[in-house]
Antibody, heavy 120, light 110 residues
Framework: EVQLLESGGGLEQPGGSLRLSCAASGFTFSIYAMSWVRQAPGKGLQWVSAISGSGASTYYADSVKGRFTISRDNSMNTLYLQMNSLRAEDTAVYYC?????????????WGQGTTVTVSS | QSVLTQPPSVSAAPGQKVTISCSGSTSTIGNNYVSWYQQLPGTAPKLLIYDNNKRPSGIPDRFSGSKSGTSATLGITGLQTGDEADYHCGTWDSSLSAWVFGGGTKLTVL
């Protein structure tokens, strides 16, 4: 069964850091691009970042550029999002998704999400 | 303000048909495939339509997608109460090298 399982969310103060992880199973992780998408309470989906299958290419939304870093460990089938200089507006449920570099195929598998709350 | 524009809400009676629009630009919908996502209350999004009009395995043919120019449309026929959800369109923005979503449309089955 194809599955994505996020972890690492929690409560953090403004200016703090968190690292999210997404464990993948059931597919050949290394050949697929992966993405992070977030959803603030009561709001729509907001794309955050994406990375190519090899990890050589990364992409970021303007709102997180310079603060967040996406990476992957293909030997561990795991995707990461390092979030620094957190702001209140980063409060959201963070989903990892399979796909998302280029539009072909869409994002065809989603995790259940992990909640990040930034508050003092 | 989302890059893709969707109506905030639509509604229809059980058994009826509804369409949800998604409007973009040349750099988004005009030059890229569109996908649609269904998000049932309290759950993660699920891919409903990809590459404008293709359905993943397990998605019933009551759901359809189309694209014309810089707009796309999701159609749902034979509405059921279980279709009540938020529907999001998405695509790649070739100018930004970024994925973009619409603001989402809440479907109510009256």
């Amino acid at each position: 069964e194809v599955q994505l399982l996020e972890s690492g969310g929690g409560l953090e103060q403004p200016g703090g850091s968190l690292r999210l992880s997404c464990a993948a199973s059931g597919f050949t992780f290394s050949i697929y691009a992966m993405s992070w998408v977030r959803q603030a309470p009561g709001k729509g989906l907001q794309w955050v970042s994406a990375i190519s299958g090899s990890g050589a290419s990364t992409y970021y939304a303007d709102s997180v550029k310079g603060r967040f870093t996406i990476s992957r460990d293909n030997s561990m089938n795991t995707l990461y999002l390092q979030m620094n200089s957190l702001r209140a507006e980063d409060t959201a449920v963070y989903y990892c998704a399979k796909g998302g570099v280029g539009a072909t195929g869409g994002m065809d598998v989603w995790g259940q999400g992990t909640t990040v709350t930034v508050s003092s | 303000q989302s890059v893709l524009t969707q109506p905030p809400s639509v509604s229809a009676a059980p058994g009826q048909k509804v369409t949800i629009s998604c409007s973009g630009s040349t750099s988004t919908i005009g030059n890229n495939y569109v996908s649609w996502y269904q998000q049932l209350p309290g759950t993660a999004p699920k891919l409903l339509i990809y590459d404008n009009n293709k359905r993943p395995s397990g998605i019933p043919d009551r759901f359809s997608g189309s694209k014309s120019g810089t707009s796309a449309t999701l159609g749902i026929t034979g509405l059921q109460t279980g279709d009540e959800a938020d529907y999001h369109c998405g695509t790649w923005d070739s100018s930004l090298s970024a994925w973009v979503f619409g603001g989402g449309t809440k479907l109510t089955v009256l």
